[in-house]
């Protein structure tokens, strides 16, 4: 409830965000909880494990939004 209040968000949308029930991470919510935990945002692009093929639940496009 403490981030939620820090974020200005409500304790639901926090919870939506840390069970990965939203796909559509803002650039600017992310901001706000990297400043509220004393962080800042990093988004990279990082090698897949050998042998794995991407699904069409880790596409490209599902994995960074800006």
């Not at 981030?3 to 992310?30: D, P």
């Not at 935990?37 to 939004?65: C, M, Q, Y």
Request: glycine share 8%.
């Amino acid at each position: 409830m403490a981030l939620a209040h820090r974020v200005g968000g409500t304790q639901g949308y926090i919870a939506r965000l840390e069970t990965a029930e939203t796909s559509n991470y803002e650039m600017n919510t992310l901001k706000k909880i990297a400043t509220a935990l004393h962080r800042v945002v990093v988004i990279g692009f990082a090698e897949e494990p050998k042998g794995h093929l991407p699904t069409a639940s880790r596409r490209v496009e599902d994995l960074v939004t800006v």
